[in-house]
């Protein structure tokens, strides 16, 4: 059974803070790695994508791979209301292979 | 111009009917797929097409069957429904099969099923 785990949150930051989330996942052979983020009553919509082991910032936002421990994680600086949302973590093996999705991490960012 | 759109936005029904779910999308995607998002917020697998053809097909009940007349269109007809049957059910749309590759899916804005 393919695995994706979150907390499920939520995970309260003031405003300005940088807010770090976390995902672990279960299948070695994983090979594509997703953060969504999706707003209450909305659908998911993609922030980034990170396919090797280390760091990729993309703005305010920055994935961190690392394939060994299989943990990838996203940190938003400055964190604004308007971050306030749920972000789940997607992690796929490739190919024509699924996605699976974590149940997501609700972030509130407290003005 | 709405890139996944999806009909309808609501459907509220009774135990036992059947029903059906449209989506279509304008960005020239090779692959659809369908997700049902439950209460916990739990996104789930349910098909995927490519080109018309099934690739993935999750162990979903046989009373839910997917129908792809070309590309562009990806419809699910429930059958019988039951009161777990309520969920939100996204179709979503990618350029790269499989995960989506660097643009991952676009999601339409979900169908939110209730039945009583």
């Known amino acids: 059974q393919k695995e994706v785990e979150q907390n499920s949150g939520p995970l309260s930051v003031p405003e300005g803070a940088i807010a770090s989330l976390n995902c672990t996942y279960s299948d070695r052979v994983s090979q594509s790695f997703f953060w969504y983020r999706q707003y209450s009553g909305k659908s998911p919509e993609l922030i980034m994508s990170?396919?090797?082991?280390g760091d990729k910032e993309d703005g305010r936002f920055t994935a961190q791979l690392n394939k060994a421990s299989q943990y990838v994680s996203l940190l938003i600086r400055d964190s604004q209301p308007s971050d306030s949302a749920t972000y789940l973590c997607?992690?796929?093996?490739?190919?024509?292979?699924?996605?699976?999705f974590g149940t997501g991490t609700k972030l509130q960012v407290i003005p | 111009d709405t890139a996944v759109s999806q009909t309808p936005k609501y459907l509220v029904t009774q135990m036992g009917n059947d029903k059906s779910i449209k989506c279509e999308q304008n960005l020239g995607h090779d692959t659809m797929y369908w997700y049902k998002q439950d209460s916990k917020k739990f996104l789930k697998i349910m098909f995927s097409y490519n080109n018309k053809e099934l690739i993935i097909n999750e162990t979903v009940p046989n009373r839910f069957s997917p129908k792809s007349p070309d590309k562009a269109h990806l419809n699910l007809h429930i059958n019988s429904l039951e009161l777990g049957d309520s969920a939100v059910y996204f179709c979503?749309?990618?350029?790269?099969?499989?995960?989506?590759?660097?643009?991952?899916?676009?999601f339409g804005s979900g169908t939110r099923l209730t039945v009583v």
């Open positions: 990170i396919y090797s082991n």
């Open positions: 979503a749309s990618s350029q790269e099969t499989g995960t989506g590759g660097d643009y991952g899916y676009t």
């Open positions: 997607a992690v796929g093996a490739g190919g024509y292979q699924k996605v699976t």
